[in-house]
């Protein structure tokens, strides 16, 4: 699959002349061997996702990964106008929070140093976004790793070893200059986007143990706030590990035309598409079921839903029942094309998704209507890591390789 690009280097001059780029035709995604049967190393695996291609819906050319750096526990990567690539870390080696970056040289891949000062790192890291016009940058917090390995314990909240805060950066200067605690509705905020017109000065994160979206703004005092727009009730179940189950909100994405935001409840089992055209006040138009924990012939009855909705069905798709729920997200440039994994972290897999350590995740695609609004699941479309040479993977995060809505930042 040769790369292309035209003009004097890769990406678009705008968002909207992205969205008129040519269709997607492969996709990156990482494959995780971490805490499952499977003694090999993690991957980079290369989906063919072009409906014209004799290898459609196949994985090719696994690549291996292995990441060296200072911190522990590396995430977001993004590429610097610099020619550096700066990638977030969720804690340090002995799995204590800590929400430092790494630079690495844009060439060679080797380790530059750390973006943020001495003593300056965050409690603890994730996500994070720059809006180079504002001179801003703005990182998330999960929480720390020694208490995310072996799964989800409610009382490792209460200990304070989830993060709830957003931190507000000069980009210039790598110094923290705010952060916005985000409360109890705002615990373990994970992916953060701002609107990709590059003059905006607000974007959304969403917070996973509530099920709320949270829009941050700059004020016209020059600093920074946020506000609950969007909130995904609990229900009241038996037969899980609580009394109550949230949807558990673990990536956001917005659309390239900041129109439409999408998000996943990796618990509940849904996607949802939201127009965002005012911004404070974001309207549901589109949802699709895919799994979950809550589906109508599983273990979890549902006792309570304020959104009195019924237990959806299991998903099918080509006779494979999907283990697991929607997770990470990757959005075509035109808007009509939504593909989505199931892993979310080997930990919390085995935990809430024990099937889908034995089977391995999949990879779906979500048909949108860009226009008015509205999912729909496509089901000639289906890549099962169960079937891969050195047995079940865990697909996670999806890139192209030319760029796309959740990497690509304009200055």
């Not at 590396?74 to 800590?98: D, N, R, W």
Request: charged share 25%; proline share 8%.
């Amino acid at each position: 699959f040769p790369a292309e690009c035209s003009g004097c280097g890769p990406g678009y001059r705008s968002p909207l002349d992205a969205m008129k780029g040519p269709r997607e035709r492969i996709v990156y995604l990482p494959c995780i061997y971490r805490s499952t049967a499977v003694q090999k190393p993690d991957y980079l695996a290369t989906v063919d996702i072009d409906p014209e291609s004799p290898t459609y819906c196949q994985t090719v050319e696994p690549i291996d990964l292995y990441w060296k750096c200072g911190l522990a526990n590396p995430h977001t990567s993004h590429c610097l106008a610099s020619g550096q690539v700066m990638i977030s870390c969720m804690g340090e080696p002995a799995g204590g929070g800590k929400g430092g970056f790494v630079l690495l040289d844009g060439e060679t891949f080797e380790v530059v140093g750390n973006w943020e000062h001495p003593g300056e790192a965050a409690p603890f890291g994730y996500d994070f976004w720059y809006q180079p016009r504002h001179n801003v940058m703005i990182s998330t917090e999960w929480g720390a790793p020694k208490a995310l390995v072996h799964g989800f314990n409610p009382a490792h909240v209460k200990e304070g070893l989830y993060g709830s805060a957003l931190h507000v950066w000069d980009w210039t200067t790598h110094r923290k200059l705010q952060t916005l605690d985000l409360g109890e509705d705002g615990a373990i905020p994970l992916e953060v986007r701002f609107l990709h017109r590059p003059d905006a000065t607000e974007g959304y994160v969403g917070c996973a143990l509530r099920g709320c979206v949270f829009r941050f703004y700059r004020t016209p005092k020059g600093d920074w706030a946020a506000e609950k727009v969007i909130r995904v009730p609990s229900k009241k179940v038996e037969g899980w590990m609580l009394p109550e189950i949230p949807g558990l909100i673990t990536d956001i994405l917005l659309s390239l035309d900041d129109r439409f935001l999408y998000f996943s409840n990796w618990l509940h089992g849904d996607i949802r598409q939201y127009d965002i055209t005012d911004r404070r006040n974001p309207r549901l138009v589109g949802q699709v079921f895919l799994g979950g924990s809550i589906i109508r012939d599983g273990p979890v009855k549902v006792l309570e839903d304020p959104e009195k909705q019924e237990q959806p069905a299991p998903c099918i798709i080509k006779g494979k029942r999907v283990p697991g729920g929607p997770q990470m997200l990757q959005l075509s440039l035109d808007g009509q094309r939504l593909y989505v994994t199931t892993s979310l972290f080997s930990g919390w897999d085995k935990q809430f998704y024990p099937d889908m350590m034995r089977e391995g995740s999949v990879m779906m695609r979500i048909d949108v209507d860009a226009e008015r609004g509205g999912l729909s699941l496509n089901r000639d479309f289906l890549v099962d890591f169960g079937q891969e040479p050195d047995g079940p993977a865990l697909a996670h995060e999806l890139r192209y390789p030319g760029g796309d809505c959740t990497s690509d930042i304009w200055v």
